[in-house]
């Protein structure tokens, strides 16, 4: 069973942040269901990651699936740095290699093989343009952080060692196979008896098991990454509002924008409508670092 004093972070607005700042020199457990991408300047953070103790090393990519309980223990000499939170769904979606996905869905911290110089500068532009981009620039930065990550994955050998311990076949492995299995059919009906059978467990057990862990039930997850697909989906395409309903999963309309606007506090409407720079700013409430910014 996962320590009590792992915090799941249900009051975050699951969705698509970048910013940048200064990392604490240490944070308790927590866990939220996207997937974290850093990148340190001058220095290097030290995670306690999945039981195991991993390092984001300076001037380079590195990303894990943040679904695993992680805590900051440690920093040393960080100038700056970045954060990306990009939706599981969001990921699952590009595609990227098997090998890469295992590493990932794993516990396992990847840093990126073949660094580019233009990382940092990169960074910077996507924080400073998002808070106040239109619907066509938020739809080019999504885009090209989507091409880095499918870089970054492509870079990786499938043959590398793996130094980071990830976990035997057993209960946290369960969690994560049933996680990753909802985030590739969340758009079909699902219910937890097809969620455990694809695990081979009972359903019970595999319903408890995942509250045990994740601090919330299959049926919340699943309707937490429908919505944050109909996210992408209203600020990626001019689709229309009930269609989005219906191709992320959502039974009804009305069952759509109840779901929507108790994750987020806006309609689907509000929120493509709306820039919202106070999502992504670097003292977001998203921001688990916001009280250590400077003045």
Excluded at 129 to 148: F, G, M, N, W, Y
Aim: proline share 8%; aromatic share 12%; charged share 20%.
């Amino acid at each position: 069973m996962v320590d009590e004093s792992v915090k799941a972070d249900l009051d975050e607005v699951p969705g698509f942040r970048i910013w940048y700042g200064w990392p604490p020199a240490s944070m308790p457990p927590h866990w939220h269901d996207q997937v974290e991408i850093n990148y340190a300047v001058g220095g290097s953070l030290t995670y306690l990651l999945a039981g195991s103790v991993v390092e984001v090393p300076p001037e380079r990519l590195s990303l894990f699936w943040a679904g695993m309980p992680h805590s900051v223990v440690n920093k040393t000499g960080i100038e700056m740095f970045y954060w990306i939170y990009v939706p599981l769904v969001w990921v699952l979606r590009l595609g990227l290699p098997n090998p890469f996905m295992r590493r990932l869905m794993t516990g396992d911290l990847i840093v990126d093989a073949d660094p580019l110089e233009a990382d940092r500068a990169t960074l910077d532009r996507w924080s400073d343009e998002l808070p106040d981009a239109d619907l066509s620039r938020r739809h080019l930065i999504i885009r090209e952080v989507e091409t880095r990550l499918i870089r970054f994955a492509l870079a990786q050998k499938s043959e590398d060692n793996n130094d980071h311990a990830t976990y035997e076949e057993g209960p946290v492995q369960k969690v994560s196979e049933m996680a990753r299995f909802i985030a590739e059919n969340y758009a079909r009906p699902l219910r937890p008896g097809d969620i455990a059978r694809h695990v081979g467990l009972h359903p019970n057990y595999a319903m408890t098991l995942f509250r045990q862990h994740c601090g919330m039930t299959l049926n919340t997850y699943l309707t937490r990454l429908r919505v944050c697909q109909a996210q992408y989906l209203l600020i990626s395409t001019n689709r229309d509002v009930s269609q989005i309903a219906f191709d992320t999963g959502f039974g009804s309309i009305s069952r759509f924008y109840e779901a929507f606007k108790a994750m987020g506090g806006h309609t689907p409407r509000q929120y493509r409508m709306q820039s919202a720079p106070w999502e992504y700013g670097p003292r977001s409430p998203f921001n688990p670092c916001s009280d250590s910014l400077p003045g």
